[in-house]
């Protein structure tokens, strides 16, 4: 009762639809300018990494044109003024030209006490470039470096002193310019994804949410099952196999409001059919005591006749509530069932059908024989029903067959008629939709499985070559104890 109230206040409830932003589109947004950003940071480490190296290049190309110069000087120091112009165009405070033999300093200001770190740019690898580049942004801004490299393709080789702070700010600015780029560059790649998503994929699984929202308010309203859009993409295969399940699930709940109609009905003809059954059982009680043998002989079949009209009552409206008694099993006589089937069914008063039976009388199932005749009359009833269309100058012939293999019992239930048709086939054993004649329920084959499953048998539509419609039903023994199996022995 409570899973009921829970599952009646979900569906009565509305789930609120999720904006644009906060739902899978704005996610898809936010993971694709996410993801662009990380392809940028792993770009952004070698770039600038090698922004750093080519700042440093230069610094050491520009002290390297000034050396040519000096260096057809003679040797002698330069004065004051021209080493404080040499050094701020190379942005240095020491310059040193470094030869084979001789090593000369070419311009030096406010000389340094200590050198923080040196760095050879003649070979550098890439992860010691980056791994130099980031120890500069992280941790520089402060140190005095030694930068050395060769000049040219000589061997003369051009070492500088640098204050560190200038190729830091430098760093910081490519770092920014670089991280506005990757910002432009993520939000104009990620807002087209963002609609083109946003069109194909968003809006039909809204239109598929609010669609199962408004199945589930009402299913039993045709309008209500989802329209598929026809495309042949996933969302569109999937729309059709929703619009399917929710037909097929109208369909089943239709079933079940006729089942509980049906059961109504029962229920309300129920208590005066009972009165009816009731004066007539209480008339052929007065018959068995006429003397006539006649009479004497109709009297005890035309009392089980009633009974079992008033156990049939019953038993459809338990069939109304979708549940079946247990069936009360006990080894019957299979062959007397049989043609008790054939005399309510007045196959001898009508003449115009045959009614074979090929059971030996010492045959006997274990079943409950009251629902075991209620199996076998439906299967006849369907067989004389579609015997009664014109065959021609064939003769009309119903065939009941009984055989014991080991603890199984097999009945076949035949005819020569027209056999059945194909929409019946589609829909055999189904409530409803399985029958053959105009008007009929379709009640007679589904009672018939219900009872025959019970009784853990199995009962199946056999193809055969010739006309006409073949049922096979396999009933097998209940297990017996061991002891009773002694006992009995």
């Given amino acids: 009762m409570m899973d009921r109230d829970a599952s009646a206040s979900l569906t009565e409830t509305p789930v609120p639809?999720?904006?644009?932003?906060?739902?899978?589109?704005?996610?898809?947004?936010?993971?694709?300018?996410?993801?662009?950003?990380?392809a940028e940071v792993l770009i952004f480490a070698p770039s600038v990494a090698n922004m750093r190296l080519q700042w440093l290049r230069d610094r050491l190309n520009t002290a390297a044109a000034a050396s040519v110069v000096i260096e057809g000087l003679p040797d002698q120091e330069l004065p004051r003024s021209v080493q404080q112009e040499t050094l701020m165009a190379t942005g240095a405070k020491a310059i040193v030209l470094k030869k084979a033999d001789a090593s000369r300093m070419v311009a030096a200001l406010d000389m340094p006490p200590s050198i923080d770190a040196q760095f050879d740019l003649s070979d550098v690898s890439l992860p010691t470039a980056i791994y130099?580049?980031?120890?500069?942004?992280?941790?520089?801004?402060?140190?005095?470096?030694?930068?050395?490299?060769?000049v040219g393709e000589t061997s003369t080789r051009i070492e500088l002193l640098l204050d560190e702070q200038k190729l830091r700010r430098a760093m910081l600015t490519y770092a920014r310019n670089v991280f506005v780029l990757s910002m432009i560059i993520s939000i104009v790649t990620a807002s087209p994804i963002f609609f083109a998503l946003n069109r194909l994929l968003i809006r039909p699984v809204r239109r598929m949410t609010e669609n199962i929202q408004a199945f589930t308010a009402d299913p039993a309203n045709p309008a209500r099952v989802l329209v598929p859009s026809g495309g042949r993409d996933e969302i569109a295969v999937a729309g059709i196999h929703l619009a399917a399940m929710q037909q097929t699930l109208q369909r089943t709940l239709k079933e079940q409001k006729n089942l509980a109609d049906l059961g109504l009905a029962v229920s309300k003809i129920n208590h005066d059919m009972r009165n009816i059954l009731a004066s007539a059982q209480l008339m052929s009680d007065r018959l068995s005591d006429v003397d006539d043998p006649v009479v004497k002989r109709v009297a005890p079949k035309l009392l089980r006749s009633i009974d079992r009209a008033v156990g049939?009552?019953?038993?459809?409206?338990?069939?109304?509530?979708?549940?079946?008694?247990?069936?009360?099993?006990?080894?019957?006589?299979?062959?007397?069932?049989?043609q008790e089937v054939?005399?309510?069914?007045?196959?001898?008063?009508?003449?115009?059908?045959?009614?074979?039976?090929?059971?030996?009388?010492?045959?006997?199932?274990?079943?409950?024989?009251?629902?075991?005749?209620?199996?076998?009359?439906?299967?006849?009833?369907?067989?004389?029903?579609?015997?009664?269309?014109?065959?021609?100058?064939?003769?009309?012939?119903?065939?009941?067959?009984?055989?014991?293999?080991?603890?199984?019992?097999?009945?076949?239930?035949?005819?020569?008629?027209?056999?059945?048709?194909?929409?019946?086939?589609?829909?055999?054993?189904?409530?409803?939709?399985?029958?053959?004649?105009?008007?009929?329920?379709?009640?007679?084959?589904?009672?018939a499985r219900e009872l025959v499953l019970a009784h853990g048998g199995t009962i199946a539509l056999v193809e055969k070559a010739t006309p006409g419609t073949l049922f096979r039903i396999e009933l097998p023994d209940r297990p017996v104890p061991l002891d009773a199996f002694r006992h009995r022995a």
């Fill in 342 to 447: 054939s005399e309510v069914l007045a196959l001898d008063a009508r003449g115009d059908i045959d009614f074979v039976v090929q059971i030996e009388h010492a045959l006997e199932v274990d079943a409950d024989g009251e629902q075991l005749f209620r199996v076998i009359h439906n299967l006849c009833r369907n067989a004389v029903e579609a015997l009664a269309q014109d065959l021609g100058d064939e003769r009309r012939a119903v065939m009941v067959t009984g055989l014991r293999t080991g603890a199984v019992v097999s009945i076949a239930i035949d005819d020569n008629g027209p056999g059945m048709p194909a929409k019946a086939r589609e829909n055999l054993f189904a409530a409803f939709r399985g029958s053959v004649r105009s008007g009929g329920t379709g009640l007679g084959l589904a009672i």
């Fill in 312 to 338: 049939y009552t019953n038993e459809v409206l338990s069939y109304g509530r979708m549940r079946e008694p247990e069936p009360r099993r006990r080894f019957v006589a299979l062959r007397p069932l049989v």
């Fill in 17 to 38: 639809a999720a904006g644009y932003l906060s739902g899978l589109s704005g996610r898809l947004l936010l993971l694709t300018a996410a993801f662009v950003m990380i």
């Fill in 132 to 150: 130099d580049a980031f120890d500069t942004l992280l941790f520089g801004g402060k140190r005095v470096i030694r930068v050395y490299g060769p």
